[in-house]
T-cell receptor, first 116, second 113 residues
């Protein structure tokens, strides 16, 4: 299993500003994933972060809005840039249990973001 | 394109009832299916993972079944308790992948004493 922590746990931000969310895993993992959960909605994948390469973004998400860093095998950051109230969501990171898709995925506790 | 649907959207039951939550998916070529639990304002807790070659998995009072050919999974909760109150999400990997997940909208369960 993997234990994941996120910082901050929650924040209230003004529109037009940026927030960087940190995700730390207690073991080395190949892939890290960032999801968004808008109020009352389910989770949507934003991007996949691999160490040593550019993040891969899903349809509807762009690097200018959600830049991601992956400096090593246990850490990643997601920045929400130029925020608007529509960015108010819970942002969660997850990791693959590895072993080629035969293991579960583990999620961090999430960062609850409110944009005023 | 893979789509995941969960029925019902919400469920309120008295303590002690046996429950069935349903999940359906459109592309049967999946590596696995996972059931998660989410408590209000919290992250996700993995409950059960069923590999594509398996028919069911059990953990305590939880039993999940998978019928790939019909694109369906059910989560059975026996003898429900107030502590089971949460949102239950099912998720399958993107078509052709195995670790990027597509989630259903969830079933919001309330078990009252």
């Amino acid at each position: 299993s993997a234990v994941i922590s996120q910082k901050p746990s929650r924040d209230i931000c003004q529109r037009g500003t940026s927030l960087t969310i940190q995700c730390q895993v207690d073991s080395q993992v190949t892939m890290m994933f960032w999801y968004r959960q808008q109020p009352g909605q389910s989770l949507t994948l934003i991007a996949t972060a691999n160490q040593g390469s550019e993040a891969t973004y899903e349809s509807g998400f762009v690097i200018d809005k959600f830049p991601i860093s992956r400096p090593n095998l246990t850490f990643s950051t997601l920045t929400v840039s130029n925020m608007s109230p529509e960015d108010s969501s819970i942002y969660l990171c997850s990791v693959d249990g590895d072993s080629g898709g035969t293991d579960t995925q583990y999620f961090g506790p999430g960062t609850r973001l409110t944009v005023l | 394109k893979q789509e995941v649907t969960q029925i019902p959207a919400a469920l309120s039951v008295p303590e002690g009832e046996n429950l069935v939550l349903n999940c359906s998916f459109t592309d049967s070529a999946i590596y696995n299916l996972q059931w998660f639990r989410q408590d209000p304002g919290k992250g996700l807790t993995s409950l059960l993972l069923i590999q594509s070659s398996q028919r069911e998995q059990t953990s305590g009072r939880l039993n999940a079944s998978l019928d790939k050919s019909s694109g369906r999974s059910t989560l059975y909760i026996a003898a429900s308790q107030p502590g089971d109150s949460a949102t239950y999400l099912c998720a399958v990997p993107f078509s052709g992948g195995y670790n990027k997940l597509i989630f259903g909208a969830g079933t919001r369960l309330a078990v009252h004493p």
